[in-house]
């Protein structure tokens, strides 16, 4: 009997992680796995627990299948990983509502969620982001294919087992700022907030800052707050237009970032006094 897109969502939990486990790390037949996992909750009194609620108001924590698993098993039988999402509006949110629409909000939640999902090593479904935002999976697939028309990588599980890992969102804004796009044209373009444009921006520049200094890959992803992947991308977009074409524009955003951090260094030292 073929799966509504509830029960999709709904196998999609850590009671259901922890079964994979026992199944096939330790080898417990599937009767045996369900018994030990209703033991765990009856003991540790789980049933009330509600892992979609974090402890920061702005986050959700969502159980969804990794990115390692293959296709074809059922969903039962799928390899999951605990993933970390922004779902609630933050102040870039609230400039983009006022700026554009509900849809265009809604869209920079789906590129972001499932970006942050895949740096987690986790990849969203359809019906996780239509359970996540509460609208229809319709919806979600007309929100995607007009990002997809905008130039977008969506990185749902059904695109990524297809075609693999794409660029994000970040480096496809960073591209139109380096090839001398306005914010407001880069806004209309990409539909999303200046702030949030200025954002990636200035982590690009650190991200420029790091590789001036021959840090590693691992160490500029700490130091700047982003993950490796994104710090990869950013570096191969630094090598692929370190030219005389776009030096003013790299010029304009290293001086930035070195004036910045400039200042936080005196901001410290007048602490330390």
């Known amino acids: ?42 003991v540790y009194q789980l049933k009330h627990y509600d ?28 390899p999951k990983v605990q993933v970390t999402l922004t779902k609630s509006i933050t102040k870039e949110d609230k400039t983009l509502f006022r700026i554009e629409n509900k849809s265009a909000l809604r869209r920079v939640k789906i590129l972001r969620m499932t970006e942050e999902s895949l740096d987690q090593g986790g990849l969203l479904t359809q019906e996780d982001l239509a359970d996540i935002l509460q609208v229809s999976t319709r919806t979600i697939r007309r929100d995607i294919k007009k990002l997809k028309a905008q130039g977008f990588n969506v990185q749902t599980r059904g695109t990524y087992q297809d075609i693999g890992p794409g660029v994000s969102h970040k480096t496809k804004i960073i591209k139109l700022y380096l090839e001398y796009n306005t914010y407001s044209e880069i806004q209309r373009k ?29 160490e500029t992803a700490h130091i700047v707050g982003i993950s490796e992947r994104l710090v990869k991308e950013y570096t191969e977009l630094y090598f692929k237009y370190n030219s005389s074409e776009y030096k003013e524009r790299l010029a304009d955003i290293v001086n930035i970032a070195e004036e910045k951090a400039s200042v936080k260094t005196e901001a410290k030292k007048g602490v330390k006094k």
């Open 51 to 78: 892992p979609s609620y974090h402890e920061s108001k702005d986050k959700i924590v969502n159980t969804v299948i990794s990115k390692k698993a293959k296709h074809g098993p059922v969903l039962e039988d799928l």
């Open 1 to 42: 009997m073929p799966k509504t897109e509830l029960d999709r969502v709904k196998v999609k939990t850590l009671d259901s992680q922890f079964e994979y486990i026992l199944k096939e790390l330790f080898e417990y037949s599937p009767r045996e796995a369900k018994a030990i996992v209703e033991a765990a909750n009856e």
């Open 190 to 218: 990409t539909r999303h907030s200046p702030g949030a444009i200025k954002r990636y921006i200035n982590d690009f520049g650190r991200v420029l800052l790091a590789i001036k200094n021959k840090l590693s890959i691992k």
